[in-house]
């Protein structure tokens, strides 16, 4: 029977990887390697009560909520000696996308407040209605549209005008 529910996690697990990993790079607002540890303990707390969550309707749903409720988790405990820097490593470009719009895209959202991007990754990214975003923070319905507003807001803010676009719902 372990070795049943070991083997499902671990398929659950090889299938959503991705996934979290792409909504906790827009969590940290491109900070690979902090979307990586986020996974990484998403996973492990998923590992350690999955006999309970493979039995919820949603695994993968549940499984984004512990992604966004360990990532606010995480800027809350954060160090005051740890500072975000500017400066992107050096990557070769593959020559698809459109990069300078994803990076000044994802260098807006590093300038929104933790809660703001948690939202706005939520509700957009993830498509979640306002109860289900609001269930995943903690906070009430009223919260979240407040928050929708003022962080799409300072999104048009800092794209501008010919990226505003890009910041309505």
């Not at 906790?24 to 986020?38: I, P, R, S, V």
């Not at 809660?115 to 993830?126: G, H, P, Q, T």
Request: with cysteine.
């Amino acid at each position: 029977m372990r070795q049943a529910r070991a083997d499902e996690y671990a398929e659950f697990a090889a299938a959503r990887a991705g996934h979290l990993y792409r909504s906790a790079c827009l969590l940290t607002a491109g900070d690979t390697h902090l979307a990586e540890d986020l996974v990484q303990e998403t996973l492990g707390r998923l590992y350690v009560s999955w006999g309970r969550v493979s039995r919820v309707g949603n695994p993968a749903g549940y499984a984004q909520t512990v992604l966004a409720r360990t990532f606010l988790a995480h800027q809350r405990r954060r160090s005051s000696t740890e500072r975000a820097t500017d400066v992107l490593p050096d990557r070769a470009h593959d020559g698809t996308g459109d990069t300078p719009l994803r990076l000044t895209l994802m260098e807006a959202l590093s300038r929104l407040p933790a809660k703001d991007r948690a939202v706005v990754v939520l509700r957009y990214w993830e498509d979640r209605s306002i109860e289900e975003t609001a269930d995943a923070m903690h906070v009430s319905s009223a919260a979240v549209r407040t928050r929708c507003v003022r962080a799409l807001g300072r999104l048009r803010g800092l794209l501008g005008e010919e990226l505003g676009e890009y910041a309505r719902p």
